[in-house]
């Protein structure tokens, strides 16, 4: 693949120049012996400076290889398409850069992976080589990514451990990732993910594994990064708790599309498709009643070979034969900062 | 990730899929195993090779053109026989043929060669009658599957040794010798491995550790000379057929270690699988533990190290027999055989006598190829 | 059996694992698992049991049912013939018997599955062993259960990769069920679910307990599932019972400073819901190595000189409500509002 350096226009958002990154139509499939696997299939995604978008989904949605595609970092067979626009300021300079047309090996991307965009994981020890000292690789991203000398490199690796709220910075700098705790081996990776003043800081689950209390710690610590460093987040997530806690903007996906896209607090008071409906009342904690649980029937189909129409077809309560089945359905605005893929909106919206 | 995804597949109700669908609802471990292994084309190609040694093991006396060791007295040194079609005179025909061989002795160099006499013809023919030899010990028998009418006449296919012995049928017969040999090292192989790794496994402890370090001994003893030193220390008296079983037990002495390890983890991980507690909480007795749980879930990872147990076999052989420490002649094996193309000189002036290592080749790469299909075949759960 | 309603009851239960080291696997020092945990579980009743990873809560239910073998307590059970029976006196025979009464629920669907059998085989080995049913009798007792469960009967001769977590799930509840016991550990068994499903597997877990009179002793990290099914809730905190009390009035007003901290740290789905949230520093202590005194003070907001000398007692200081603090009687702590 050829690298392409030229930079893209400027999106259509005139109004609007907080955006830093947009995709648009991001398509990842999977070629496998089985079929065409689609785990992401058209995602429109818009990240704004300082904000957190957060995406929520039950496993296989796609919300996490929809990430990973953003920084081209999907396992084989998976083939990324679409626009990824990234905002980046060079010498002073405002320019567009569309990620999605650079060679997922070549230089270029390197540069943006981990300086303009970095990512934390559920599990640290993916993130970390076992064989060197948390410092060192922490040394290392900054070193690749800056022209910094190795002294100055070393003390902004202390300064981001203590920015992190690790206890005694200057010892955990020389130990290996093995000997931390799982909550503190979070904390090493949000600080080598944060080394290098990323524009835009990608967490894919990372407390997912961690209990509760230690889990607050780390949410608590994100919140108070990314407002002193003015990182915009795109937290991913299966936990509707956390959505809560974390986003400014929530994206609901199901089936690699996204199905609604608003704000937080419309979504959990005036959340208008039915998947989403059904998963805010299928959580033990805010359901009304102490007797059953409103349970979406049937589970999730796996993206491959899918009927025409809405991927929730099969499971909703209001689906109608001949209408949510025949056509792809379409995103709809509803009103400024909301849309929906549903057909069957004003039926729904009457009824709640 | 598709592994992921498909985790959340939804089956549907049987009556609604086509046949082929719901074969995948019901397919056992070794089903699945053959879907896979269906995909490793290399493996799957290796199979009907390996399927035609084995045709040649079993019916060695049927397919030979001659007996291992009778001795053309007049063709020692003779090249593999051309196989003609068409005549010195240009006439064609289907049936093919070789023409009888003349020595001559070159007047410089005294050496000799061979050189086609095109006054004699012999046709080949399939099933015809020859030396009589005794079906695997058991049946007289005449026909032999092809070769010449004229009992003397020169039909060598690969070529004749320094006795003048039919290259060919010696290496059908060395087959036998070299392949069964590996086949029942396996055996007791298998045997050593799922006793001292099972016991390791399975009671842990003490036992586990006097085990474990006994394999450690043993692997960092370099193979090569300690099969050497067995082998040396095999009495010189004893007949072909013990030296046979003894080289066997040597070369399972040496290589259990392998396969305990395996079978050893793998007890060791499945003794902690959730499904295991779950029988044991069901009721179930160690016995049945054993034998529905434990067993078919490493049985198909047995079968793999034994399949990449085999190549390791026949070469451990070939190689004591070559250097002459293995089995001895009259006893024909492709190690023995190959003792023949020790002297560079021979080898120079008579390539053929490499026919055996061809077969060698041929089946150690089969046995590779195999072994990987069933390796990636080997979890279909992954 | 003090409480005369009790199926279950637990007293004074310890599981130490030895720590192992060197050649000779000598035994430097003790994972204290579980730590002198008593209490009980009633008749029909869900007792759920909450506490963060490494707390003790699955040993604690394993221990139960002798998967693991306790090292020292009392744990008396009232099997179908309704006699008060010690499990820990049991020999592998009477074992085998009073675990058609009591049976596990695991929490990974997958694992716990063999997948080299067929669901008719996995759901039908408790029959199988226990000598209760074969051939056509185990196929219609099977086909029962996979209706009970919400599974398609003819789905008997499928193996376990045919089917969704959701539905591995429920074949792991019909095997708990095949000998129609009537108390089930569920070890974190919808942790490992989507949400939807999870919502799922609890209606059926619900549901299950009305029809067939089930006592539950339910295992989860997830404070919200734990809110919704259980009846009454113990905390468990590096291998001790910190807190036992009914469900709204744990939730509500919770009397040990973990708890609360607990209650606050869990994510609401309420957005910017500006809550005074207590953050606790540090992590879980290690059980190999706890500290002095009571085992939460270097994390306690409320600590006193007490707490580090001396281990609280678990003591009852109001009907039905358990706690081991120093401080309980003196503090008042926060809850979450209970709908």
Redesign the interface.
Known sequence: MEENTQTVHAPDTKEDDQTILEIHDLKTYFHLDEGILKAVDGVDLTIKRGKTLGIVGESGSGKSVATKSILQIVDPPGKVEGEIKLKRSRKGKEEWIDIGKLNPTGEKIRDIRGAEISMIFQEPMKAFSSIHTIGNQITEAILIHSEVDQEEAKRIAIDFLIKVGMSNPEQRFDQYPHELSGGMRQRAMIAMALCCNPAILIADEPTTALDVTVQAQVLDLINHLKETLDTSVIFITHDLGVIAEMSDEVAVMYLGKVIEYTDVETLFYGALHPYTQALLKSIPSVAHTKGELDSIKGTVPIPMNLPKGCGFYSRCKYAVNGVCNVDDIPFTKVNDNHYVRCVRLDEIENRG | ??V????????M???EMKEEEKS??????WK?MWWKFR?HKLALISAPILLMLFIIIVFAEFLSPHLPLERFTDYKYAPPTKIHFVDAEGNFSFRPFVYGMTQEIDSETFQRTFVEDTSQKYPIHFFVEGKPYKMWGLFEMKTHFIGVKDAGAPFFLTGTDSLGRDLLSRTFYGSRISISFALIGIVFTVIFGLILGGISGYFGGAVD?VIQRLIDLLLCIPAIPLWMALAAALPQSWSPLKIYFGMVLIFSIVGWTGLARVVRGKLLSLRE???T?????????NM?IIS??LL??FASYIIINVTISIPVTILGETSLSFLGLGLQSPVVSWGVLLQEAQKLENLAHHPWLLWPAVFIVVTVLMFNFIGDGLRDAADP?K | MQHHNAVLEVQAMKKYFPIKKGFLKRTIGQVKAVDDVSFFIEQGETFGLVGESGCGKSTLGKSILRAIEPSDGSITFVNRKEEAVEVRDLDNKQLRDIRRDMQLIFQDPYSSLNPRMTVLNIIGEPLICNGIAKGEELKRRVGDLMDLVGLNRKHLERYPHAFSGGQRQRIGIARALATDPKFLVCDEAVSALDVSIQAQIINLLQSLQQKLNLSYLFISHDLGVIQHISDRVGVMYVGKMVEVAATDKLFSSPKHPYTEALLSAKPVPIPKQKRERIILKGEVANPANPPSGCYFHPRCLYAQDICKQQAPDFKEIEAGHFVACHMAKDLDLKGVKVQ
């Not at chain 2, 995948?24 to 471990?29: D, I």
């Open positions: 990730m598709s992921e995804l498909g985790k959340e597949m939804e089956p109700p049987l009556d995948v609802e019901v397919a056992s471990q699945l995909k550790t699988e959730d499904f507690m779950a029988a044991r909480l069901a009721g179930a007795s049945r529905k749980h078919p879930s759960y």
